[in-house]
């Protein structure tokens, strides 16, 4: 089948099953290749896009189930929160590995554009289906509230 | 004043900037032109003889291009061990083969039985269900003590029995040991567990073998933390192919912490694969592979006892050890209880007798190999926990029985009696500072206020020792190693004088790129972006050992100092030529040659463009061009060491333990990059807290994983942890390497489980709790609290 996808402002056509996640339309068919497997149940977030601004999992999301709504990807990623978040991440070294990283930042930068000025419990609740076995957790957390500043102006 | 660059410096890291845009280039991201894909159908039983595998029907299916079984692999030679260890009795280990693909038998949960290539990876999953595979389920052998009883199943029909060795160190000291014990004053028993933990790095395992029939050229893409180690490995030991046909590439590899060190069967099937179908064929591990095929780590069980005096000298250790191999000995899997685990086992401290004994088991489950820390936390957890026991049955207060015992910082070098030598440390300095940083004289208060909330609060501490900078040629051979681990570096020098450094480390994670560009770049005074680090390209680097046991900046940074060394040494010359000055009077300062007591001087840059354009250059003395390769061969291993404090709160009506915090002083002698060693202290942290509170890895009577996907296996989420306090101020240089650095990579998965353990044992002394095995999970710590007593 034939599927038409807005990503990153840009219309898509797929051909896949409708039943394929859009993880691996993304990956595999688009060549989008910045979001990334993880699990493939929607528990480590490591494949963290946005629909229409909400952070979703790609891995277990069919793209039959995508009803014109836009998806983001960390490729696309723009926009005041997630440039104070990727400068906040470059000074104060969050990435290791830098495998779960384009999650964390898609994750991150929608907590921040919602939430200007989240608490320590604010970034625990929205992160904490975001695994980064670096355990990148300190830095992340302290990247935040910098992100928040660095927005802030 | 902190430095902006250089040695020293917390640099930015160069990778951050294509991980923040999704640039990075991992192994799936990578596809080749006409690739197809593989699924790799795996038992689904623990023990079995495999009686037949049909594929005909699969062979007809869509997209199908070929499938593979063991019977193609039985010419030739199985996954190799890459350590002999010698038993108590002065006979090699038994060992037996690792086919590819099993043949024969089926050995664990996840052994491969055949794998299918097809057009897509769709495809190739439908082909697999019609595969019909016959197997007769045998009994499992899964508890270590019950492989190791007469008359239980055996793994390896071939072999005697399910002992792997039986080895005794020090043997010679085994009866002073057993004299010491019987006459000391008092002896601590501690019977424990460390329990087997899943490496999980966030990227599973990727091969892609690409195969070129015009020139007989191989090429394996693979997620490796030392490509040319696969490349030998696999080449000359497996398949048969010389190094010159098979290009080993490890890109971006996201997270590895042990468990992509090791020679995987997909890696060999990959690369035979795409030469027999014809096409490169890709293998992307799914999850649930990874917790069924990535080799696991630790699975000890323990009986520990610490013989002291009167005053709480220690004067003797015991250990007993059961540690689990598996179903087949993984690359490294055999060193991990022994050589990295009884020569740590005098931990920071002056005892004068230790018998470390490991019976190593073959068991059906999935290979056990190094995993963060390797031997080490085992070694540190068995010790740190039986010294606080001893402090509390001794009414010595813990901190104080650990002070009485360190090794003085007047008597480096230090010989242990398990056969390594300290060559330097300062175990009193690192707790001064870490006892700086933690307030233990509010504790009383903190713990009354936490118990007018109804909880219980608790402190521990630990001290640890580990052997890093892995590892003397000499030394490991003669303990069974089958490989040198020295070290490669290749420093180019441009025309224009920017910088290619090529090493045989290689980066998953640890900022090899900015930290190593940091050490090359001060050594000749010029900007660090003008130096780029290539690793990971067998076709492009010199031949090296790679990334683990905390060793490429104490290894691999070693040999790149002594390149960078023999340039500075020919570019001195070629600069006295060119300021018609002897070589004895030239300076090199600040990317400036220039000659004592004159105004004569030359730049880096003229220098080096006169080494490859040599119009006016010694061509009678030297070679045009500057490029130079060192090998660096550790004159000993390195010893990070520290001490960790750990507070926590324990909730009496659930069991759940709550760190309140958590504090680290390490000494990692010099340190390069402070920002790139406190994230990779994180990063130890978290995971060794993993251990103490979170992970385990279960498998029923039948052999079946239980925790085999990321809703079972609980790994540290950022809820699960606080901020914690790392320091590493107090240091002492490594003695025996340039940089006179140590390694920190492993410190903090090896130092925390004590920690927290002894915490939450502390805070339910009263209740009379002695020992709670990890992970320290509410319903283990309720029931401790309600059995004990």
Redesign the interface.
């Given at each position: 089948m034939s599927f038409n996808l807005k990503i990153n402002g840009e219309t898509r056509r797929v051909d896949a099953d409708g039943d394929t996640p859009l993880l691996w339309a993304l990956?595999d068919e688009l060549g989008l290749?910045?979001?990334?497997?993880?699990?493939?149940?929607a528990?480590?977030g490591?494949c963290t896009v946005y629909l229409d601004g909400l952070p979703t999992r790609s891995c277990v999301t069919p793209i039959d189930s995508i009803d014109g709504e836009e998806i983001t990807?960390?490729?696309g990623l723009s926009g005041k929160a997630s440039a104070a978040i990727?400068q906040a991440?470059?000074?104060?070294?969050?990435?290791?590995?830098?495998?779960?990283?384009?999650g964390q930042?898609m994750a991150a930068s929608a907590l921040l554009a919602e939430t200007p000025k989240p608490t320590d419990e604010d970034?625990?609740?929205a992160?904490?289906?975001?695994?980064?076995?670096?355990?990148?957790?300190?830095?992340?957390?302290?990247a935040i509230h910098r992100a928040a500043e660095i927005q802030e102006g | 004043m902190p430095k902006d660059s250089g040695i020293g410096a917390s640099s930015k890291r160069r990778e951050d900037v294509r991980f923040l845009t999704g640039k990075g280039k991992y192994t799936d991201d990578m596809n080749v032109e006409g690739q197809a894909h593989c699924y790799i159908l795996r038992s689904d039983v623990a023990h079995g003889t495999l009686d037949s595998v049909d594929t005909s029907a699969a062979a007809d299916m869509p997209g199908v291009r070929g499938i593979l079984t063991g019977e193609d692999f039985v010419e030739v030679g199985g996954l190799p061990c890459g350590w002999q260890v010698t038993d108590r009795f002065g006979e090699p280990m038994q060992e037996p083969k690792h086919p590819v693909i099993a043949h024969g038998k089926v050995r664990h949960v996840g052994d491969p039985i055949a794998v299918v290539v097809a057009d897509t990876l769709a495809e190739a999953r439908d082909a697999a269900e019609a595969i019909d595979v016959s197997i007769t389920e045998l009994s499992a052998v899964v508890d270590m003590a019950a492989a190791l009883a007469d008359g239980a199943t055996k793994v390896h029909d071939d072999l005697t029995n399910n002992l792997c060795y039986d080895w005794g160190f020090v043997e010679e000291n085994k009866d002073a040991v057993d004299e010491a014990i019987k006459g000391a004053h008092h002896v601590t028993t501690l019977e424990l567990v460390n329990n087997r933990l899943v490496a999980n790095p966030m990227e599973p395992r990727v091969a892609i073998g690409d195969y070129d029939a015009s020139t007989n050229d191989h090429t394996l893409y693979t997620t490796s933390q030392n490509p040319h180690v696969i490349r030998l490995l696999m080449g000359a030991f497996v398949l048969g192919i010389p190094e010159h046909k098979l290009r080993v590439v490890a890109p971006d590899v996201g997270g590895g912490f042990g468990s992509k060190i090791y020679h995987y069967a997909e890696e060999a099937i990959v690369t035979v694969a795409s030469k027999q179908f014809g096409c490169p064929v890709k293998w992307t591990s799914s999850r649930s592979e990874a917790f069924m095929s990535d080799a696991q780590g630790r699975d000890h069980v323990t009986k520990i006892e610490l013989a002291m005096d009167e005053n709480g000298k220690f004067l003797a250790l015991r250990t007993d050890t059961m540690a689990n191999m598996g179903a087949y000995l993984s690359t490294f899997s055999t060193c991990v209880p022994t050589w990295l685990h009884g020569t740590l086992m005098a931990g920071n401290y002056t005892t004068p007798l230790i018998y470390c004994n490991v019976k190593a088991v073959f068991t059906n489950t999935v290979p056990v190999d190094a995993y963060r820390g390797a031997g080490r936390p085992e070694a540190t957890f068995q010790l740190e926990r039986v010294i606080d026991m001893a402090a509390r049955e001794m009414g010595i207060d813990p901190i104080e029985l650990r002070m009485r015992n360190f090794v003085q910082p007047d008597q480096f070098p230090y010989q242990t009696p398990v056969a390594v030598v300290y060559d330097t440390g300062n175990y009193q300095g690192t707790m001064a500072k870490l006892l700086e940083v933690v307030d233990r004289d509010g504790f009383a208060a903190r713990k009354a206020a936490s118990a007018a909330n109804g909880k219980l609060r608790g402190f521990g501490v630990a001290s640890y020792i580990e052997a890093c900078g892995i590892a003397p040629s000499s030394l490991v051979g003669a303990l069974g190693a089958r490989a040198g681990l020295y070290e490669s570096a290749t420093v180019r020098v441009n025309a224009t004088g920017s910088i290619s450094v090529m090493t045989g480390s290689h980066s998953h994670g640890q900022g090899h790129e900015t930290t190593f560009a940091q050490v090359v770049s001060d050594m000749l005074g010029i900007e660090e972006n003008a130096v780029e680090i290539v690793h990971g390209d067998t076709a492009k680097i010199p031949f090296g050992m790679g990334t683990y046991g905390s060793r490429s900046l104490a290894v691999g940074g070693s040999a790149m100092v002594k390149a960078t060394e023999k340039i500075i040494k020919k570019a001195t010359k070629i600069a006295a030529h060119l300021m018609e000055a002897a070589e004895v009077d030239v300076e090199f300062k600040d990317g400036q040659f220039s000659v004592a007591g004159t105004d004569k001087s030359v730049a880096w840059g003229e220098v080096c463009l006169a080494a490859y354009v040599p119009h006016n250059y010694p061509l009678e003395e030297i070679e045009p061009g500057l490029e130079e390769s060192a090998f660096y061969d550790p004159a000993n291993f390195t010893y990070p060491a520290g001490a960790y404090a750990c507070e926590v709160e324990v909730d009496p009506d659930t069991g759940k333990v709550e760190i309140c915090s958590f504090a680290a002083a390490d000494d990692f002698g010099n340190v390069i990059n402070p920002m790139i060693v406190e994230g990779q202290v994180h990063g130890g942290l978290a995971q060794g807290l993993g251990q103490a509170l979170l992970e385990n890895t279960v498998y029923d009577e039948n052999g079946q994983l239980l925790t085999g996907s990321f809703m079972d296996y609980a790994m540290p989420r950022a809820d699960d942890l606080p901020s914690f306090e790392v320091d590493h101020s107090s240091l002492t240089p490594c003695t025996h390497n340039p940089l006179g650095v140590k390694g920190c990579g492993e410190a903090g998965a090896i130092g925390s489980p004590p920690a927290l353990v002894n915490a939450v044992i502390d805070a339910l002394a009263d209740k009379g709790v002695v020992h709670i095995d990890m992970p320290l999970s509410p319903s283990r710590v309720w029931a401790a609290m309600n059995q004990a007593g």
């Open positions: 990956r290749t910045g979001t990334k497997f993880g699990c493939g149940v528990s480590c490591a990807t960390i490729d990727r991440w470059t000074e104060m070294q969050v990435p290791q590995c830098g495998y779960c990283q384009s930042i970034i625990d609740g992160m904490e289906g975001n695994v980064c076995r670096c355990a990148t957790y300190h830095r992340i957390r302290a | -």
